[in-house]
């Protein structure tokens, strides 16, 4: 406890008693909304253990492990814990598309859709919006609770599966895509992007959320900390630049992409169907 208190984590009076320091009552109380003590989780059970690796993959020039071939199991239990994470991006997708102000049902295919964090506040900021959440099947209970807690669960479905084989259907005004492409080869982005331009109406947009290098990849570092990452997790995926990014949603059909800066360390990239 005195350790936490040089960290400035607890506090400490004149007759040694502790208490949380106004930070950490903020970010590791579990029933606070602002909770952010799952993605410490994440990185200490989920993500160290493969790090301290890292000199046989370097060595071997491959993983000896792959987290994305695996069971959605491992993603069932992360992606809550990365709510947090993502809420900031989803809060700027609803201002920046017009979600709260519009008198028209609006169809939202959520794509890996996880915690649903994207979707849900979605369909938080308006009644019209209606979301299709296509995930693993040990991964949609996590979505629907989810859903379920901020009120909205009712209008949602849900399509269990993987993303290429999965029927999207159509008729989608908006299609969301949270930290999906830097996991998974291009030739299977270039797939996934292609179909998703077929299930999106006319005017419809794409909304990719990710970490992005620049194009010279000296930056920025979390970027660049998460391709390491992949390479110690997978046997294949890379992070990409916008540029990289760009190139590939206009050969899927896309309008030139633009990029929305959130308050968070990953931005928005929304592209159009002509």
Same mark, same amino acid.
């Given at each position: 406890?005195?350790?936490?208190?040089?960290?400035?984590?607890?506090?400490?009076?004149?007759?040694?008693?502790?208490?949380?320091?106004?930070?950490?009552?903020?970010?590791?109380?579990?029933?606070?909304?602002?909770?952010?003590?799952?993605?410490?989780?994440?990185?200490?059970?989920?993500?160290?253990?493969? #790090?301290?690796?890292?000199?046989?993959?370097?060595?071997?020039?491959?993983?000896?492990?792959?987290?994305?071939?695996?069971?959605?199991?491992?993603?069932?239990?992360? =992606?809550?814990?990365?709510?947090?994470?993502?809420?900031?991006?989803?809060?700027?997708? =609803?201002?920046?598309?017009?979600?709260?102000?519009?008198?028209?049902?609006?169809?939202?295919?959520?794509?890996?859709?996880?915690?649903?964090?994207? &979707?849900?506040?979605?369909?938080?900021?308006?009644?019209?919006?209606?979301?299709?959440?296509?995930? #693993?099947?040990?991964?949609?209970?996590?979505?629907?609770?989810?859903?379920?807690?901020?009120?909205?669960?009712?209008?949602?479905?849900?399509?269990?599966?993987?993303?290429?084989?999965?029927?999207?259907?159509?008729?989608?005004?908006?299609?969301?895509?949270?930290? =999906?492409?830097?996991?998974?080869?291009?030739? #299977? &982005?270039?797939?996934?992007?292609?179909?998703? +331009?077929?299930?999106?109406?006319?005017?419809?947009?794409?909304?990719?959320?990710?970490?992005?290098?620049?194009?010279?990849?000296?930056?920025?570092?979390?970027?660049?900390?998460?391709?390491?990452?992949?390479?110690?997790?997978?046997?294949?995926?890379?992070?990409?630049? +916008?540029?990289?990014?760009?190139?590939?949603?206009?050969?899927?059909?896309?309008?030139?992409?633009?990029?929305?800066?959130?308050?968070?360390?990953?931005?928005?990239?929304?592209?159009?169907?002509?």
């Amino acid at each position: 406890m005195n350790a936490l208190t040089a960290f400035e984590l607890l506090v400490k009076d004149g007759d040694s008693r502790y208490a949380l320091a106004p930070e950490s009552s903020a970010f590791l109380v579990s029933t606070r909304p602002s909770f952010l003590g799952g993605l410490f989780r994440h990185i200490s059970t989920q993500l160290l253990p493969r #790090w301290l690796k890292l000199n046989e993959v370097i060595r071997t020039g491959s993983s000896s492990t792959d987290v994305t071939r695996q069971s959605a199991e491992l993603f069932q239990q992360q =992606v809550e814990d990365l709510y947090a994470m993502s809420y900031p991006a989803a809060q700027t997708l =609803v201002e920046v598309l017009g979600v709260r102000t519009t008198e028209r049902e609006i169809n939202v295919l959520d794509l890996e859709a996880g915690s649903g964090v994207l &979707s849900v506040t979605l369909a938080q900021a308006s009644p019209h919006v209606r979301v299709t959440a296509i995930d #693993w099947p040990d991964v949609l209970p996590v979505t629907r609770r989810v859903a379920e807690r901020y009120g909205v669960a009712d209008r949602f479905r849900f399509i269990e599966g993987d993303l290429i084989r999965a029927d999207f259907g159509s008729g989608y005004n908006i299609a969301t895509l949270g930290h =999906v492409l830097h996991s998974e080869t291009e030739e #299977w &982005s270039l797939v996934l992007l292609k179909k998703t +331009f077929d299930a999106l109406v006319s005017g419809g947009t794409i909304a990719i959320v990710e970490a992005f290098t620049n194009e010279d990849r000296t930056g920025p570092p979390h970027a660049l900390i998460l391709a390491v990452q992949m390479l110690t997790h997978a046997s294949r995926g890379e992070v990409l630049s +916008f540029g990289e990014l760009n190139r590939r949603l206009r050969r899927a059909g896309f309008q030139v992409a633009q990029t929305v800066e959130t308050p968070s360390p990953f931005p928005i990239v929304l592209a159009k169907k002509p």
